[in-house]
């Protein structure tokens, strides 16, 4: 019996595909994407070996968040900020040099939209810039001096996960409606602004639903509550999104713009050019409503109204070949662009309020 | 061309008429709009001018990708818009990394689908050099072994075997159809996000037949559309697509003539 067993063991060591486990995914069986859906973290799966030129499953970003946290933990600090549909921890991080300066806030959150894998990886690829460089980058270690940075790697937890294991194509969150024929609202479309008016749904069963009510969304609930608490110190609210190449100002649902509009489309330009010189993509600059189509209750617009002074959209890679399943090649190159954008607005915004400090 | 009607007097009267008459310039004048090279209209429009010359063009080797709208107007029609658009574009094999401009008159018609679209493009290729790429791709599908059911082009994580390349690049010349017919003025674009369930055979005349099921997703909407598609396709002959989709419930059907590699 044990040879037998010893015999098995070696050849599922040996033979993985043939012998080993399988783990079987609903309709994606292990032999697309060359089994790259059961590749687990080798057994040891420290920080220095995380690896932010791959897409990660929101367990390996759970215990990411805890090793950052234990790594750098004289800045960062994990955070829990409310419950999802299905009861899912949403955490965030707080990266804040200990001063006994009142700092203000500079918000981000990725992953709102599940299928927009790149930008978890964008808000993951963040937090390592800032905290590997802080102490030796001195425009990094300028903006701390000054500012805590905010980081939601995941909003939108329950849909990221049911776009791993079963619809890599899900958008929405995935609370039930119409008793439990109908899932998911569209977070972007649930936030307390001119809220289903516009470019969303009140159908269930679109990719635009707004919800049964304006913040309906357990998610939304944790957000919104969370900033509308700290809205006098949030300078800069930046949420995260994929695919068109966009640096997107308020507003969505109306043509009229926000009163400090030029100034905004100012920094958005100086980012985009900033991003440009990385990489050479072209990324375009305006608001919503201008540069692609009217939506109503999403969270820039939300986060502006409430009176956050800067607020952006970005939309990440690409323009249309890739869409949301941008291969893992350009993760790096899209996180070194974007972070150029995103201190460039960073700065910006420091100078205006703190001057060449 | 002016006033049709004088005003029958001062009053009410006039005021009503001042009203009908701008109503009724507007509709008979063709008015020129200057458009933002960054705007919407002018990004629409290239997409479905492109889409429409990769359609024509048949050639899988040769797709062109946007790039950067340079510049365009919208002429005003009754029933409609003109729109004038110079791009760029890049070949879709990056690694040729070669570039071009294209110039297009697209027009819309307001609200219905398949915009009439004039194109010319710069070359990427000489005509023999494409000759030659498009039979290799040819050669290289009629060797491929049919990928099993399940496959998905690209992957999950938008990785794609080099070996399966060929098979979506030639799908694009029927994506380009599906996807030129659909786009309208009022923003609907459309981009085919996967293929799957491919299944393909040669027949007796030595035309690839390939049929598969793709997710086309709306940008306005977000929503993702499950169609079958079913090209004919030859490097030198005239290629022709047929698809089905099921568009929140109801069926679109669609079928066009490509023309293969004569009409470059």
């Known amino acids: ?357 | 061309m002016l006033a049709r009607r004088r005003p029958a007097g001062p009053g009410p009267t006039a005021l009503l008429l001042v009203a009908l008459l701008a109503a009724e310039a507007r509709a008979s004048w063709l008015i020129r709009r200057p458009l933002s090279p960054s705007g919407p209209e002018l990004r629409q429009a290239a997409r479905a001018a492109l889409h429409f010359f990769n359609y024509r063009a048949a050639s899988p080797s040769t797709v062109r990708v946007l790039k950067e709208v340079l510049n365009g107007t919208a002429l005003i029609r009754e029933e409609g818009e003109n729109i004038k658009v110079a791009f760029s574009i890049e070949s879709y094999r990056t690694e040729n990394s070669q570039l071009g401009t294209c110039s297009a008159l697209v027009g819309f018609k307001d609200h219905k689908s398949r915009p009439t679209v004039n194109i010319s493009c710069t070359p990427l290729l000489d005509q023999k050099e494409r000759k030659k790429e498009d039979y290799k791709l040819y050669k290289q599908i009629k060797q491929l072994e049919t990928p099993p059911f399940e496959t998905t082009i690209p992957g999950k994580l938008g990785d794609m075997d080099p070996s399966l390349q060929p098979l979506w690049e030639l799908a694009m010349i029927g994506n380009s159809f599906l996807m030129w017919e659909k786009t309208t003025s009022t923003s609907s674009y459309y981009y085919v996000q996967q293929i799957t369930n491919i299944k393909k055979w040669i027949r007796p005349d030595d035309f690839i037949i390939l049929h598969y099921r793709l997710l086309l997703h709306e940008f306005r909407t977000q929503e993702i559309i499950s169609c079958h598609l079913h090209l004919v396709w030859h490097p030198e002959k005239p290629s022709k697509t047929q698809y089905h989709c099921q568009d929140s419930g109801t069926q679109e059907n669609g079928s066009g003539n490509s023309e293969g590699s004569g009409f470059l």
């Open chain 1, 1 to 357: 019996m044990k040879k037998l067993l010893w015999t098995i063991c070696l050849l599922g060591i040996l033979f993985p595909p043939k012998f080993g486990l399988k783990v079987q995914h609903d309709g994606i069986s292990a032999k697309n994407g060359h089994g790259m859906l059961e590749k687990k973290e080798s057994s040891r799966s420290n920080l220095e070996n995380y690896d932010y030129t791959k897409y990660h499953p929101i367990e390996e970003i759970y215990k990411w968040m805890s090793q950052i946290e234990e790594r750098y933990s004289e800045v960062v600090t994990q955070h829990f900020l409310g419950m999802t549909y299905k009861a899912r921890p949403m955490y965030y991080l707080k990266i804040s040099e200990p001063t006994s300066t009142l700092k203000k806030i500079f918000w981000m959150d990725c992953g709102i939209h599940a299928r927009e894998w790149i930008t978890p990886a964008f808000c993951q690829w963040f937090v390592k810039e800032i905290l590997q460089n802080y102490k030796t980058d001195p425009r990094i270690s300028r903006f701390l001096r000054k500012v805590d940075f905010y980081i939601l790697p995941v909003l939108n937890i329950d849909g990221y996960v049911y776009s791993w294991r079963k619809d890599r194509f899900w958008r929405k969150s995935r609370s039930s409606h119409n008793n439990g024929t109908c899932f998911g609202t569209d977070l972007n479309r649930n936030f307390n602004i001119s809220w289903c008016n516009v470019g969303a749904s009140k159908n269930c069963t679109h990719q635009t639903f707004c919800g049964t009510g304006p913040v309906s969304e357990s998610e939304t609930k944790a957000v919104s509550s969370f900033i509308e608490d700290k809205k006098d110190s949030i300078l800069c609210y930046l949420t995260i999104h994929s695919y068109g190449q966009f640096i997107l100002t308020p507003y969505s649902f109306t043509k009229t713009k926000p009163s400090n509009y030029d100034e905004l489309i100012r920094i958005g330009q100086k980012a985009a050019k900033e991003l440009k010189a990385k990489h050479g993509s072209n990324y375009k600059v305006g608001s919503t409503s201008d540069m692609l189509y009217f939506t109503s209750g999403n969270s820039r617009d939300w986060a502006y109204h409430i009176g956050i002074p800067f607020a952006y959209t970005f939309e990440l890679r690409d323009n249309g070949t890739y869409k949301f399943t941008l291969p893992e090649d350009q993760i790096q190159p899209t996180c070194e662009e974007t972070m150029a954008a995103v201190l460039s607005i960073y700065d910006d915004i420091y100078e205006r309020e703190w001057g060449f400090n």
